[in-house]
Structure formats: C-alpha cells, structure tokens
C-alpha cells in the first residue's frame, strides 16, 4: 500500500480524532498527514498474509477501543511486538501472539509521519515497532512476572494502578531497520536493557569513553531526529520510548484500554 503524505501545516499543528469514512463511503484519514483510499487498503489486506489477521485475544480487546492498526495507515512500517513472543527481558509472550501494533489515530499518524521523515532520508531505512498499545491488565501480569524487589519495580515498569502511556495507546518503543539487510540498526543496547547504557541523557559521555560507538550514537540520534519531527516525545531514560503526551493529558483524552 502506498500512503500520500499531505503535510499541509507547520509544525506544532494540534492533531484531532480520526474520522476514517466521508459520506461517499471512501476510508480517508481526516488528517493533515496521511490520506489512504479504500481500495488500496483492501488490496493491502487482500495481500497481508492471514496470520496478520485476528490472532490473538489481544487483539479482540483493542478493537473494543478506538484505536489504529498502524499497517492501515503504512504498511511499510515494520511491526515485532516483542511482548507478542518471549524475546523480552521477562522471556514470556504477554500479547498472545498479537501480529498488529495499535495505537489512538494521533499516536499513529505521528508514527507514519516519522515514517515519511525517514524515508526521506533513506528509503532502505523503516521504523521497526517494538510495542504499541498494551492493555492495563497485561500491566499487572507483567507486574506481577518481574522478579525483582517491590522497590525496585518502578525502574522497569509502570506500576498498574499508576498506568503506563502504552495502556492509552500514546506511546511507541521503535527503532530503526535497514530493509536491504533486514537488520535492526545498531543502537547499542537491545530493546528493554534498563542499564544506563540504554539512557540518552548520559549518550555524549558514554561516546567520550568509549562505551558507546560513534555509529550506535549517530543511529540513535537518527531515530530522535525523525520521531521529534514527528512530534513524538523522547524521554532521558529509555533510547526506544516516544510518546506524544504525559499521563495526565492521556488520562483526560484518552480511553484506558483495560
């Protein structure tokens, strides 16, 4: 599916709620950023390989929500929802197998819009989607699966009752692929290494010493290049979390997806 890109605004433009169907029956996204017809959807869907397609009980929960399959939108944009396999740092599969990453219409236009940044830069090169929008009761299951002390909960997770931005659909965790070779860009940690290594704030000094290689630093500035142009929030403690708001504005705008 090829996705037209109108950037029609300036940055800083307020994105509203999606409005996916015009009285003529044509899917449009009533956005400033992406518009997509009907028919190239279906052709993307008639083409999408059937285990894309309802496989996981997760999936019937998001549905309940007013979210996004971001592939609808770009199905150039890569998808390995490591919560959906056990190649995580708690080795279990949370998401049942879920094929599809979700989010709420701004989250994901914000996504194709980096997206679109990228491949501008170099069309090898697409966002990879490590995890999108998580149900507040995987949460708790997460939660209550890391091994560590109760104090020591917080520096991996969201506590449950305090929620996580990926529990409104407001948050990715990405990184980059080189589709040419099919592999993730160097970054240098994995997804979800919560040792300071993993942490921005602290990229320069690691760079100094040596800790971090001028490549992964380059590479991780790239992603924060095109996903703040995006307007897509980085954070100082994580290399692959991006969020277009904080919990409180989520709270108020947003559905919990329970």
Known sequence: ?????????????????????????????????????????????????????????????????????????????????????????????????????YFNCETALRVCAAQYYLKQINPDLSILVLDASRPQHIQQMMWDSLKVLPDKKPFYLAPPEETSLHNYGAAVDATIIDMTTGNMLDMGTRFDHFGVLSEPIYEEKFLKMGLLTQKAYENRLLLRKVMQRAKLNPITSEWWHFSICNKEEAAKRFALIK
Not at 20 to 29: E, P, S
Not at 31 to 58: F, G, L, N
């Open 1 to 101: 599916m090829k996705t037209v890109f109108l950037y029609l605004s300036v940055l800083g433009i307020f994105l509203s709620s999606c409005n996916l169907f015009d009285d003529k029956g044509v899917h449009v996204i009533r956005q400033k950023v992406v518009y997509v017809s009907m028919d190239q959807q279906m052709e993307s869907q008639a083409r999408r390989p059937q285990s894309d397609r309802d496989t996981s009980y997760i999936e019937y929960i998001l549905k309940n929500y007013d979210l996004v399959n971001i592939k609808d939108l770009d199905s150039s944009i890569q998808v390995d929802l490591r919560y959906a396999d056990t190649n995580n740092f708690l080795k279990r599969d949370f998401y049942d197998g879920l094929n599809n990453a």
